[in-house]
């Protein structure tokens, strides 16, 4: 890549070439956390100037990935450069999108308008995720009739929606497509993610203002809520969380929130705040089937106006079905991929780019410790009930679920399996394990429990 006079737009693309190749150096959630909302802001001869969205993130990347990050510079640019990292607004963190709206959005007077300039508060709506770049199909459609739903009527229909489903699978999308439809039809909103509410909320008693806290989020029409989970084990945040929830809700206020769980298994939630949700309409996204995943990839595509051979989408919509989060980084993945090797695209080269991708998690071995581990957390049961000698009945499917889980993702055969749960011997492993199995061929349910265990395992 040569470089042309320094410039913002040169600066962006060299970064996310940079960031292509990073992609493929680091774990996915390494870079989804730390690496995915840069931006590049300059670029000269000698150094890159990278934005970053707080200083936690520049710190981060300036003190434990520094290597990592001149190395693929020089390798992209074939040029030593100094990376330099800063903190930048949200507007220049979603530069494509000038409509971009602040999440605070409403008729500010000028008290406000200083208010929604609080730093804290930068996150904005993706204008990527709307209604019409949601591919919607058998998995999700309910939620995304309601969420069209709350936005035709707010406070009408279901008062409060709350989405849950699986990671990557569409919530937050759903959550800003409702929010740009707010704002095309005048109604003003918050959209805060259930962290930045926290904060807020921590800091407004600290200070001391949190009628203003109060007034904030009572003065609107809509508050969207993403991600609710995080309020778990934040007791004196739930407080504010359901006195802003009771506030909105008697006004008719459309709410509409997030969960990475159904409500029923928030269970250190309060109850109150439990009950709340369930009193309004409750909806799942499930994961896509193959016919979905296939319209997604050509959704994709035809945003990015991008061509791509079927046979190399039909590949990825096979390989990579468990989240949508996934199946789209797949995409760019190969693209990267091909652009960094200059090689064509083909199913050879997608084949080799996931694999790649996905060596970093398959060279950390699984312990059978963290499968019980997993399983314990998700069934909420002891730890030492899954390892222990007596089995209560209610414990038998977890179990049989771990061993299931150990011998298909360790080495461990089933005496050794037997061993480490509860001293069963390996004819009852054997016999669990084939249970497990056949049952997984048609028990969707079951399907959804492993694949949240193995999920939980690798995050
Ligand atoms: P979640 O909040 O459930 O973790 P996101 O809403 O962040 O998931 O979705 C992850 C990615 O997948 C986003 O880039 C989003 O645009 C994309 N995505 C999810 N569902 C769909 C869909 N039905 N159609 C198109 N893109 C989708
Ligand atoms: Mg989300």
Redesign the pocket.
């Known amino acids: 890549m040569t470089l042309s006079p320094a410039g913002t737009q040169d600066a962006r693309q060299v970064w996310s070439a940079v960031l292509g190749h990073l992609e493929l150096q680091v774990t996915r959630p390494s870079f989804h956390t730390w690496l995915k909302d840069t931006v590049g802001i300059r670029v000269s001869e000698t150094d890159i100037v990278v934005g970053t969205p707080n200083t936690f993130v520049a710190e981060m990347l300036e003190q434990r990935m520094y290597s990592l990050i001149t190395d693929s510079v020089n390798h992209v640019l074939k040029s030593q450069l100094d990376v330099r990292f800063i903190v930048t607004s949200a507007e220049e963190l979603t530069p494509e999108s000038p409509s971009d709206l602040p999440i605070n959005h409403r008729n500010n007077d000028s008290q406000d308008s200083e208010k929604s300039r609080i730093p804290y508060r930068r996150i904005s709506l993706n204008h990527?995720?709307q209604f019409d770049?949601?591919?919607?199909?058998k998995s999700?459609e309910l939620a995304?009739a309601a969420s069209v739903a709350v936005s035709q009527k707010p406070g009408l229909v279901y008062n409060p929606l709350t989405i849950y489903?699986?990671?990557?699978?569409?919530?937050?999308?759903?959550?800003?497509s409702i929010g740009h439809a707010a704002s095309v039809a005048g109604r003003s909103f918050i959209y805060v993610t259930t962290e930045e509410f926290t904060n807020e909320y921590v800091r407004s008693i600290r200070e001391g203002n949190t009628e203003a806290f109060r007034d904030r989020y009572r003065s609107v029409d809509m508050l969207l809520l993403?991600?609710v989970q995080f309020l778990i084990g934040k007791e004196q945040t739930q407080e504010g969380f359901f006195h802003t929830f009771n506030s909105l809700h008697m006004l008719n206020k459309q709410i509409v929130i997030?969960s990475?769980r159904p409500v029923a298994k928030l269970n250190l939630l309060e109850r109150r705040v439990r009950s709340r949700l369930s009193g309004g309409l409750v909806v799942d996204?499930q994961r896509?089937d193959l016919e979905?995943r296939m319209a997604?990839l050509s959704?994709?595509l035809e945003i990015a106006n991008r061509q791509c051979d079927s046979s190399v989408t039909d590949f990825l919509a096979e390989r990579l079905s468990s989240?949508?989060?996934e199946?789209?980084g797949g995409l760019n993945r190969v693209f990267a991929y091909s652009e960094i090797t200059q090689r064509p695209l083909s199913i050879e080269l997608a084949q080799q780019a996931l694999s790649d991708a996905y060596l970093d998690e398959k060279s950390t071995p699984i312990s059978p410790d963290e499968i019980i581990e997993a399983v314990s957390e998700y069934f909420n049961v002891e730890f030492s009930s899954l390892t222990g000698p007596r089995g209560r009945k209610e414990v038998a499917l977890a179990r049989q679920i771990a061993m299931h889980l150990i011998k298909a993702d360790t080495d461990l055969g089933p005496t050794a399996i037997g061993q480490a749960l509860g001293g069963k011997n390996h004819s009852t492993v054997i016999k669990n394990c084939s249970k497990i199995s056949a049952r997984l061929v048609t028990d969707l349910s079951l399907q959804r429990d492993i694949s949240n265990i193995r999920n939980l395992i690798l995050s």
């Open positions: 990527k995720y770049t949601f591919v919607s199909g999700n995304y489903s699986d990671v990557g699978l569409g919530k937050t999308h759903l959550l800003h993403d991600d997030t990475d996204i896509p979905t997604i959704k994709k989240n949508i989060r199946l789209e």
